[in-house]
């Protein structure tokens, strides 16, 4: 995964002072998956911060560029990254379409909401990578659809080894804003965590599935 210290730190800076990324060793988050973990990130309420969310639609759009050249379509990650999502399109002039999990269960049946033409180029745009297969699966209904995947941006990875395993195993050419270990960096050099909290979220970025039974 493909990301700069400068924009990386920024980042973090931002997502931390919001509180879309909360840091809680003692007391730890419980995920949709059941991963008991001492950080939670929830970068939707950049949204809710205009300065915020224009300084990583102005890095998505630059990133993007430099990595991926301009594509012809954006595709946010439902739900999460719908919103950051039409900011970068709207900021490129591009088409935006949006994927969901599964295929809705009535109407026309559809996965890939907006206009997707076979063979268009597209980008897609997630909010978090955690394990990666939530965004990979995203990625294959795309192409499904018949586009054609330039790469996919994100606001932050958790640096997962099996996460960054699926990408490179398929090929997938992923950029993010921010990560983990600029996150615990920042965090560490401003001290908004003790050596104590830090040994405990080492603790978990080396085995989140059996943190607390270890």
């Known amino acids: 995964m493909i990301l700069d210290k400068e924009t990386a730190f920024k980042t973090a800076e931002l997502l931390l002072q919001i509180k879309a990324i909360q840091l809680n060793p003692e007391t730890p988050f419980t995920w949709a998956s059941g991963i008991k973990?001492?950080?939670y990130?929830?970068?939707?309420?950049?949204?809710s911060y205009p300065a915020v969310r224009n300084y990583l639609r102005q890095e998505f759009v630059r990133k993007i560029e430099q990595q991926f050249g301009t594509p012809e379509v954006i595709a946010g990650v439902a739900t999460g990254a719908i919103g950051m999502g039409i900011l970068v399109?709207?900021?490129m002039g591009l088409p935006f379409i949006y994927v969901r999990p599964e295929p809705k269960?009535?109407?026309r049946m559809n996965q890939i909401e907006g206009r997707l033409e076979k063979g268009q180029k597209v980008v897609v745009v997630e909010d978090l990578i955690s394990t990666g297969g939530s965004s990979f699966k995203a990625v294959q209904a795309l192409e499904e659809g018949g586009a054609v995947i330039k790469g996919m941006a994100a606001i932050f990875t958790y640096n997962f080894e099996n996460a960054q395993s699926l990408f490179e195993t398929n090929d997938l050419s992923v950029i993010t804003l921010?990560?983990?270990?600029?996150?615990i960096t920042y965090a560490e050099s401003h001290e908004l965590i003790t050596s104590d909290q830090l040994?405990?979220?080492?603790?978990?970025?080396?085995?989140?599935?059996?943190?607390l039974s270890s």
């Open 89 to 91: 399109a709207e900021a």
């Open 37 to 39: 973990s001492p950080i």
């Open 105 to 107: 269960g009535h109407g």
């Open 41 to 47: 990130c929830d970068n939707r309420l950049a949204l």
């Open 178 to 183: 921010s990560d983990y270990q600029h996150l």
């Open 199 to 211: 040994e405990l979220l080492a603790k978990w970025r080396s085995n989140p599935k059996e943190w």
